[in-house]
């Protein structure tokens, strides 16, 4: 960085961080996924593939099944993107689609349409909205909050038969038992 070139951030700069904040707050790679699994599935039932002098054609009799399942996995990766919503609907769709892709289309695009429609609906039925970090006020100081004291049951004795409670420090989270 040169002593020319300016502190302020460009245009540049700030619509990768709006597009890196829009990508952040929806399942953007399950729908890509499921997006570009529908263009294999699409295109091999009608490709004619050329080999030398010899054309291969591909067509089958499940061309429109093909045609049907791609435009919809293209719908849905579309629809993952503007409505985080319905991430668990287009998941489990996709998923059945990739599914239903493999008798009908070539074996869901030569497997490749197949696994990625397959991944891309597991990527969007496990997505979930992150949780936005809890703002202080000015006067408030970023002071951690102590965890409350075990469940008691009326006794002097805790009710925690676990052993895992936050006031011990052991939450269950790295235990393997």
């Known amino acids: 960085m040169s002593a020319e070139t300016s502190a302020v951030p460009g245009r540049f700069t700030r619509r990768r961080l709006q ?9 953007f790679w399950a729908g890509l996924f499921v997006l570009l699994g529908g263009f294999p599935i699409i295109y091999f039932p009608y490709a004619h593939l050329q080999v030398g002098h010899l054309t291969l054609a591909m067509s089958t009799t499940a061309g429109a099944g093909s045609l049907i399942i791609g435009v919809l996995l293209i ?10 919503h319905i991430r668990v609907f287009a998941g489990v769709a996709s998923i059945l689609l990739a599914l239903v892709s ?6 869901g695009g030569f497997v490749i349409g197949f696994l990625l ?5 597991a990527l969007a039925v496990s997505w979930a909205p992150g949780v936005p970090p809890e703002e202080t006020g000015p006067g408030q100081g970023g002071a951690p909050r102590t965890a409350p ?5 009326g006794t002097d004795e805790p009710n925690d038969l676990s ?6 420090g052991a939450n269950g ?3 393997a038992g």
């Open 149 to 153: 004291g075990p469940v008691t049951d």
């Open 173 to 175: 989270r790295h235990s």
């Open 163 to 168: 052993g895992t409670s936050p006031a011990n």
């Open 117 to 121: 429609a397959l991944i891309g609906g």
């Open 75 to 84: 719908v849905l990766g579309i629809s993952l993107w503007f409505q985080k």
């Open 102 to 107: 493999i008798p009908v289309s070539n074996f």
């Open 19 to 27: 597009f890196r904040a829009w990508r952040g707050s929806r399942p």
